[in-house]
């Protein structure tokens, strides 16, 4: 059974940092793109980052280019996604998620980010 649990939502102030996790079970970890998606109040989900089954290759929105990293440990079964410069605009709930075929895409529970004053 493939699981996915985010953890390190947070409140933080503008220009803050946060890092976020993700354990994944129940799928050979290594071999999937893992990907950050967040989804703001009245907003379509978007992809935020991803990486690769090596970690050798990653894809950023433009909109977080720059300031956020996504890594990942397979001996942990685990995902990160490192945010710097936190901005008002970057407060939304962070998914995340791995897509094995067109049937098999699973996601997490979410996480909460909110960056405000």
């Known amino acids: 059974q493939v699981q996915l649990v985010e953890s390190g939502g947070d409140l933080v102030q503008p220009g803050g940092s946060l890092r976020l996790s993700c354990a994944a079970s129940?799928?050979?970890?290594?071999?999937?793109?893992m990907n950050w998606y967040r989804q703001a109040p009245g907003k379509e989900r978007e992809l935020v980052a991803a990486?690769?089954?090596?970690?050798?290759?990653?894809n950023y929105a433009d909109s977080v280019k720059g300031r956020f990293t996504i890594s990942r440990d397979n001996t942990k079964n685990t995902v990160y996604l490192q945010m710097n410069i936190l901005k008002p605009e970057d407060t939304a709930v962070y998914y995340c998620?791995?897509?094995?075929?067109?049937?098999?895409?699973?996601w997490g529970q979410g996480t909460q980010v909110t960056v405000s004053s």
């Open positions: 990486i690769s089954g090596t970690g050798g290759s990653t």
């Open positions: 998620n791995v897509r094995m075929n067109f049937e098999r895409n699973y």
């Open positions: 129940g799928f050979t970890f290594s071999i999937y793109v």
